[in-house]
């Protein structure tokens, strides 16, 4: 499982920066492939460079882990090789850890929620099988959910490979989390009930202190989360929450939760180009 540390956030600061960078192509590999200074393209990578994208000898690409670490790289002479140039950083994760438990819908609606909360943010994905879910994924489908989040990453500059767990029951798959890797985790459960507290208001109530943790947020499938269900996600801690006064499809629902969380974490950090907003008249 990939976490965020504190090692991970101090090897970040001594590191060159990316800007000059940020056109060239993003390509992941695996640990095995990444020795002393080379780079050992797979045959599908090869394809990829040399085929779709047209690269030739001498022409450069970043390469990720997905854990955190950049490198940029120039193709050699022999296909199959790249030689590392230097080592770089990037700053475009969330600075704690956002994890989603949902329920997937039926068909391939989760290819896109994969996709765009890869895009957003997340850190962990997990598919939750509840009384009221239809789909029953495959082997075959959580191994392409995974590809088409690494895809995600290296489009959207994302220095993480968000961690998609194999699906679990609700039972299971809310006990686990209780259980989980030691951050103190920010739990929600979002319910159709325009009476349940405001989810951003909620968030807002936050202190300084758990900002430094992470948030969980669980979203239910089509027909909702059974009363069983709610009533032991709030018994193990989750605080229930409305995402407003309308019913929202499962998958509409999904996006709103994760943008809200995210638009909430990054108005209460810094970075670049996230300062206050300070509107003038003409």
Known sequence: MVLYTQRYFSYLGQLKPVEHTAQLQRLVIAPEQ????????????????????????????????????LWLAELLPNPAEATVLEVLSEHTELTIPLKLLA???????????????????????????????LLQPSPQRIQRWRRIATEAAEQSR????????????????????????????????????AEAPNFLNCLNQW??????????????????????????????????VSLGQRTLRAVTAT?????????????HT????????????P
């Not at 039926?106 to 009221?132: A, C, Y």
């Not at 943790?213 to 269900?229: L, N, S």
């Not at 810094?270 to 008249?281: D, E, I, L, M, N």
């Open 34 to 69: 990444f020795q002393a200074s080379r780079i050992y393209l797979t045959s599908d990578q090869q394809h990829y460079l040399y085929h779709v994208l047209r690269l030739r000898e001498g022409d450069r690409f970043i390469a990720m882990n997905g854990q955190g670490q």
């Open 103 to 133: 329920a997937p819908p039926k068909g391939n609606h989760f290819d896109q929620v994969v996709r765009s909360v890869t895009e957003l943010g997340v850190s962990q994905i997990v598919p939750l099988i509840s009384q009221r879910t």
């Open 158 to 193: 994302r220095q993480m490979i968000p961690h998609i767990v194999d699906p679990l029951s609700f039972d299971d798959g809310i006990a686990k989390d209780n259980m989980d890797d030691g951050h103190h985790w920010q739990r929600y459960i979002c319910i159709v009930d």
């Open 207 to 240: 202190s300084e202190d758990e900002h430094e943790t992470g948030i969980a947020v669980m979203v239910g499938p089509e027909g909702g989360w059974t009363d069983r269900e709610k009533q032991q996600a709030q018994a193990l801690g989750y605080q229930a």
């Open 255 to 267: 996006y709103m939760a994760v943008s809200v969380a995210i638009a909430h974490l990054e108005r």
């Open 270 to 281: 810094a970075y670049k180009g996230g300062h206050v907003c300070t509107k003038t008249s």
